[in-house]
């Protein structure tokens, strides 16, 4: 199973989601409620009248009509192997671009206290690798320096994007977490499978 929609779960790393992750108590009906609008990404859940199971589908873009029937067996897999395995990914990516981020900032102040000749030099005396956000600043022209010290010193430009950045980090840390806790065991995610009914 490929991730495919799995940064959608960004969506969910509001201070409510992170809120009912952080709750030590509560009823079992906001628990599944939880769940099923965590897994929409990938998994939907129907139940007919008439029917005496659920019907599980996963979701993928590459199958025909978007989705296939998995069975109870492929469902436990997802939630304790696949599920667990793009939340890690996911952080990880995260982690790339929070740090990526940072660099850069150190990059440009770099540049902005050393000035573009020995800015250059410095590369060439410490002997270090030219990422592309060298290739950036020395190719900026006043507008552009300008437009990036505004980026990093106005509260609402880098300050923000780091702190939600960072906040969407501990979101899936968080669930990580969660669903180590609530589906550690096969009876677990039997007894949500059952459960799940009634909410839809």
Known sequence: MNKGNFSK???????????????????????INFIINILEP??????????????????DSK????????????????????????????????RKVINKEHQDKDTFERFLKLGIDEFKESYVKQKK?????????????????????TFYNDEKGYNELSKVMRS???????????NKEKHSKIDDILKLIENIKYLL
């Not at 969407?168 to 990580?176: A, F, G, H, Q, V």
């Open 42 to 59: 990938f998994i939907d859940f129907k139940f007919r009248s008439g029917d005496t199971v659920i019907n599980i589908f996963y979701k």
């Open 168 to 178: 969407k980090l501990t979101y899936l840390d968080r669930l990580l977490h969660f």
């Open 63 to 94: 199958l025909p009509g978007g989705k296939k029937e998995i069975s109870v067996k492929e469902f436990i897999h997802f939630i304790q192997i696949s599920f667990p395995r793009f939340i890690k990914e996911e952080a990880n990516d995260l």
């Open 9 to 31: 779960l960004e969506d969910n790393s509001n201070d409510a989601g992170q809120m009912f992750i952080d709750m030590k108590d509560h009823y079992e009906i906001e628990y």
């Open 129 to 149: 690798e030219k990422d592309d956000m060298y290739d950036t600043v020395i190719n900026m022209d006043t507008d552009e320096i300008e437009k990036r010290k």
